[in-house]
């Protein structure tokens, strides 16, 4: 790429000047006139040498009041490195942390297990602020292997990766046990004992694993072991999410919930819109009933 100067030659005579130029093959690749006597020129940044000669040497004046070129080119870069250094780092910055985890999201009814989500993610190495190189379609059969859920679907929104799970049906009955035992956390809303000792009562909240009939019962004023008989039902509260690309009616959210729990009854459904999806908020009462013995 070549060199260019623009100069501006002030003086008498312009013409006789720029056949002066021409002759001693100085090149004239921008000519522009202000007035009588002022002239614009470009030449290449080689021959400034013999243009400041020979305008000396006949009286003119000049000045240089511009580059570009290569010359100029450089002068850019050197003028803004720090701009050019700057835009380098967040762009390279923007890349490293587009891929890092800043949050995991659970939705759906499996968002009660997120704890044992999340351990399965650690052991393939994803976690909350770390570089996210995983497989979602291997994360989502080791999700469905353990057999609690009937539906995974992951997917990495930005920093967010997001986590669509449903919980599988599963039988709550045991035909014999020395007690029974909540397999969810919530209050007790009726309870039956024909056999053994209840522990808790109507009104009670339980926790997941917590005894509630114990396989006991007094005679003559003594414990004795017994097989359980009896029956309880929980009312467990819960609050999940789910994301869709439109509007939904609310059936459809319930008919998503009843594929896990049957007995069910939402309280509250809200929804924000999020660019080109919709995010649902969901509140419901889910009751399970625990049998053992018979």
């Not at 000047?17 to 090149?27: A, G, M, T, V, Y």
């Not at 004046?61 to 570009?68: F, M, S």
């Not at 850019?76 to 985890?101: D, E, M």
């Not at 594929?259 to 399970?288: H, M, P």
């Amino acid at each position: 790429m070549k060199n260019f100067c623009t100069y501006k030659i002030t003086g008498l005579n312009l013409d006789f000047l720029i056949e002066k130029l021409k002759r001693e093959n100085i090149p004239l690749y921008l000519l522009k006139k202000e007035g009588k006597k002022g002239l614009i020129i470009t030449t290449s940044k080689k021959t400034e040498k013999k243009l400041f000669a020979i305008t000396n040497g006949l009286c003119y004046n000049v000045i240089k009041i511009g580059e570009n070129g290569l010359f100029k080119v450089k002068e850019f870069f050197i003028k803004r490195l720090s701009l050019i250094l700057f835009s380098l780092i967040f762009f390279v910055s923007v890349i490293i942390f587009n891929g890092v985890i800043l949050k995991i999201e659970v939705f759906g009814s499996g968002a009660v297990k997120k704890q044992e989500i999340i351990e399965i993610l650690k052991n393939n190495g994803v976690k909350e602020f770390l570089f996210f190189n995983a497989e979602t379609e291997k994360l989502e059969r080791e999700i469905l292997l353990t057999g609690d859920f009937s539906f995974c679907s992951i997917e990495k929104v930005g920093n967010r990766l997001k986590i669509n799970a449903n919980l599988s049906k599963k039988e709550k009955v045991e035909q014999k046990s020395y007690s029974l035992c909540s397999s969810v956390e919530g209050i007790i809303v009726s309870l039956k004992v024909f056999k053994g000792t209840a522990v808790k009562k109507v009104g009670d909240f339980v926790n997941k694993g917590e005894e509630i009939i114990a396989g006991y019962e007094n005679i003559n004023e003594e414990p004795k072991k017994v097989e359980v008989l009896g029956e309880v039902k929980i009312e467990s509260f819960f609050t999940t999410q789910f994301i869709f690309t439109r509007k939904v009616e609310d059936g459809l959210i319930f008919r998503i919930l009843s594929e896990e729990k049957e007995d069910l009854k939402i309280t509250s459904i809200n929804f924000i819109e999020l660019g080109d999806k919709y995010e649902y908020t969901v509140e419901y009462k889910s009751y399970t009933t625990l049998s053992v013995g018979g």
